[in-house]
């Protein structure tokens, strides 16, 4: 008899969802999958469900840019009890795939979308063996006996062929809980369910600061909205001192969702493969940051908008950030958030994109994976030039949520500030902290806030924060790293005191980057620079360093296409 494939894989959020949807696809029944979550309900992962957000939360991408699963977003909003609608004031008929939903009502969708598949599966022959309520403690490899173990939280340990860790967003607390006032992050969102006299320090701009906003505003005011749509915020009378400042390093806000002409972010005419193994074989080793951004980027517009191709063809990718960016710095923030909310109104009306940001999501999409071989220099230049322009002009705001932040500013209750690179947060382990930076005129300023939120977004972990230790003790896994394409170079900077570089004993020199080291196909990768055909990873917070930019859902189905594939072709291996 055949003995079947058995594959664990760890968390049933959205991560999970495409990997198990990904194996069903294979339509091989000589596999058997056990599917490990620890709360109640697979699919919503932490995003989607009340660990992320709450009632007023939103999603920043409509149903047409979701990836397909089993039945569209419009198919299944008819099979919504109507009651649940009604909370959030939907109706079926009115309803369309352009429409962005209420994150926990997404939530609910894609845990519908699991029990189908789990219907395919059954359909296909494949065994689904669900471990809700469940806490995996570690992964143990077993080299050889050619399998690995998933310990659980009761001690108990499993024998599987393959396990594929999806366990999703991470945020590990380091004052919250100790510090009164003090918030690491602002999920779950129920925490910040608080009334407020005095104002608050939100550490960021992107969506996750948005939903902070959102959460706080709504328990210290209330919005309104008259005949002609506009929005406006009161606010509550025990809540006089209330007011919100976002610090941010750049002092922008995030640009506003767009009609997407391509709703996957993917482009046939992005450099293939081979483009990138012959370029990567002509540059000493190492892919060029430079190669990528003229042939993902540049000459995506030679005929899509020749114009706009005549304007950049013959900047760098500095010389480009400086001119994106010099409309945004010479703008207040506010007004230019006004200004991209009517540009995106009439592109979503007219379903005509802001071409150039589009390409620029496409650009950070297609660049993510290949990352890994980039030069030290290279992934230096990325990480202080380019991303964060990425950051800003693809974080895609809700309208909805646009309109909001508009109502607050206007109100007096929201601002923005820029406070740099070297700004420091002094917890007071009596309550709250101290913002320390220096203001647009380089002016020492030294503020305490009685209520600090954190919300910088999913931070990209270390190789010690990686959760399963008996895989880093044993060094089944590696710490992530790139070299310098010139030792010089890696040297200076260590002669600096940057302890990001290290170097070996023939002297070359390496940049220490989040997270473990993995391969093409997301398989972990040891010390030895072999990869481990047992065990693969596809949770973001663990793998930054040579994925820096993940898009939410499209990075789910890329990742989990790679990985699927190497099942496919193990089973062909092993049944030749």
Partial sequence: METKKRIAILGGGPSGLFMYKRLIELENNNIEIDIFEKKQQLGAGMPYSYEGANAEHITNVSGNEIPQIVTSIHEWVFTVPKETLDSYGIVPERFNDYKVLPRLLFGQYLSAQFDLLQDKAREAGITTKIHLGVTVTDVIDQPSQNEVYVELANGEKIRFDKV????????????????????DSPYPPAKLALKLNHPVAIKGSSLTAIDAIRTLARNNGSFTEDKHGKIAYQLAED????????????????????????????????LKEEDIAENIARNGGFLSLDFLFEKDFKDLFKDKDPDFYARIKNMTIEQFVEAMMELRERLDPF???????VEAEKSIKRHESVYWKEMLAVLSFAMNYPAKYLSAEDMLRLQKTLMPLISIVIAFIPQRSCE?????????????????????????????????????????????????????????????????????????VSPARLQFKSDAEG??????????MEHD????????VPGITINDNFQVVDQYGAF?????????????????????????????ERIAATVQEEFKTAYL
Avoid at 241 to 257: K, N, Q, T, Y
Avoid at 491 to 500: I, N, Q, S, V, Y
Wanted: with cysteine; hydrophobic share 35%; proline share 4%.
């Fill in 239 to 270: 809540s006089a001192g209330f007011s919100m400042m976002m610090h941010s390093r750049s002092g922008l806000l995030p640009a506003v969702r767009f009609h997407l002409d391509d709703s996957h972010l993917s482009n046939n005419k992005l």
């Fill in 491 to 500: 040297k200076k900077l260590k002669e600096k005191g940057d302890k990001r």
């Fill in 335 to 341: 007004q230019l958030l006004r200004a991209e909310y």
């Fill in 404 to 476: 909001e932040m508009l109502a607050l500013h206007d109100a007096g209750l929201l601002n923005i500030t820029a406070v740099g690179q070297d700004s420091e947060i002094e917890v007071n382990p009596t309550g709250g902290a101290t913002y320390v930076f220096k203001d647009e005129d380089g002016n020492e300023q030294s503020v305490f806030y009685k209520t600090f939120v954190d919300c910088v977004g999913q931070p990209h972990l270390q190789f010690d924060d990686f959760p399963f230790k008996n895989l880093t003790e044993h060094r089944v």
């Fill in 164 to 183: 594929i860790i999806c366990t999703g967003h991470n945020w590990p607390a380091r004052y919250e809980g100790k510090v009164p006032g003090y918030f």
């Fill in 532 to 560: 481990n055909s047992r065990i693969s990873i596809m949770a973001v917070p663990y793998i930054g360093g040579y994925n820096p930019d993940y898009s939410g859902l499209d990075f789910s189905e890329e990742a989990s």
């Fill in 505 to 512: 004993a023939d002297g070359h020199f390496y940049l220490n």
